[in-house]
Every structure is written in C-alpha cells, then in structure tokens.
C-alpha cells in the first residue's frame, strides 16, 4: 500500500514554456500533498503544501505565481511551472500523507526537469 | 528554528561490516522522526517513523532508534543493496501542518 505515482518522469522543454506533473496518490486517499525540489546531492526542499480544496502554503522564497499548484481532489495534485527558464531545471518530487496528524508522507519517484 | 544534521556525510563500508548513522535534531516540538532510503534518481522510500525516546524500530538488517536528541540508523551485516542515500526528517508540532524539515542525508556505499 501507500503508493504514489507521478507524470511524466522526465521532461525537457524549451525556456518560456510551461510544464505541468501531476501526482497521484494510488491506493489512499491525500488530504495534504507535498511538493519538493532536489539539486544534485543535496537534500529535499519543500516547496509548497497543498490541501485537498484550498489553496497552497508556499514556502517563503517559492513564488506562488510561478509555481502553481492545485490539489482538486483526494487523490491528485499538479505542479505547473509557468515560464520555465534554465534555473528550473531540477528533480520535483511529491510526496502524499493522510489526516491521521502523524500521518506519514509517502514520496513519489520524481520528476527531472530539464529547461532548456 | 528546526534543525536536522545527519553525519556523517559519507560512508563507505565492506559488505558485512556493521556500522551506525546518525541523525541530530534541535525542534521546538516532535511529533515524529522518520528515516527514508533515497536511490539516484528515485524519490524517497520509507523506512521508519519514531515517535519518542526509547524507540525502537527494525526492518531486515536496519534498526532504527531515537532519543530526546538524536536517532541512529543501525545497518547489520550490510550488503551491496544497501547502497543509497539515508535520510532523517522530523516532523515539528505545528498546528495543522504535516511538515517535515530534512537532513542533508548520509550516502552509504557497501562494497562487495
């Protein structure tokens, strides 16, 4: 159980283009969706907090106009990154927890975002 | 502020040659301590969730504990598989968030 599948895998675009991933949560239901970026051999950063319904907690330095999320059902969050430019480019990954409080998020495989 | 710090920062073992990863953390409040195995390219699988001091978890050849100010990550008899990224994340009491504030993780390499 607590599966979570994100798509595409991998994508490559052309600067000022915009790119969406999706993320789903395959067998549970995600109240709150999680969105990270990674740079090369470093660590996870969160980017923004989504609930199912309303509207997403960035975190300060994320710009919510540039980085658009929507979580409109139990199941399935998107992650659009309007005109992407090079310093995008880098692995996304969602991740998916329920509403027990201690719930525990479960990470999908990533996305890598290359923008040229 | 909430603050994680694994170390050490790399390690490389034998295969068979047990050792132990730590995980530091200073939070105003836990709620939990999770441990996640990380390969290149992949997103992170879970290991582990840790609630209090005197804890303790085990799943195959890992052994996860924790106390009031830091968790280790025990790997026995470790085999090439275990080779990944291991990371440590706490999760702050924070009034209707689930948020969790990452390590910068430990790669293991075990050597055949």
């Known amino acids: 159980g607590a599966v979570v599948s994100q798509h595409p895998s991998r994508v490559i675009c052309k600067s000022g283009t915009s790119v969406k991933i999706e993320c789903r949560s395959l067998?549970?239901?995600?109240?709150?969706m999680f969105w990270y970026r990674q740079f090369p051999k470093q660590s996870l950063m969160l980017m923004a907090t989504s609930n199912e319904g309303s509207k997403a907690t960035y975190e300060q330095g994320v710009e919510k106009d540039k980085f658009l999320i929507n979580h409109a059902s139990l199941t399935l969050s998107t992650l659009t990154v309007t005109s992407a430019h090079p310093e995008d480019s880098s692995f996304y990954i969602c991740s998916a927890a329920g509403n027990l409080g201690q719930e525990t998020q479960y990470f999908g495989p990533g996305t890598r975002l290359l923008v040229l | 502020e909430d603050q994680v710090t694994q170390s050490p920062e790399a390690l490389r073992l034998q295969e068979g040659e047990s050792s132990s990863l730590n995980c530091s953390y200073t939070?105003?409040?836990?709620?939990?301590l999770f441990w996640y195995r990380q390969d290149p390219g992949k997103g992170p699988e879970f290991l582990f969730t840790l609630y209090s001091a005197g804890e303790e978890k085990e799943k195959e050849r890992l052994k996860a504990t924790l106390t009031k100010k830091e968790s280790f990550l025990h790997i026995t008899a470790p085999k090439p598989e275990d080779s990944a990224t291991y990371l440590c994340?706490?999760?702050?009491?924070?009034?209707?968030?689930?948020?969790?504030?990452f390590g910068q993780g430990t790669r293991l390499t075990i050597n055949p």
């Open positions: 067998d549970f239901q995600a109240t709150t």
């Open positions: 939070v105003s409040g836990l709620r939990g």
């Open positions: 994340a706490v999760q702050p009491i924070i009034q209707g968030a689930q948020k969790l504030v």
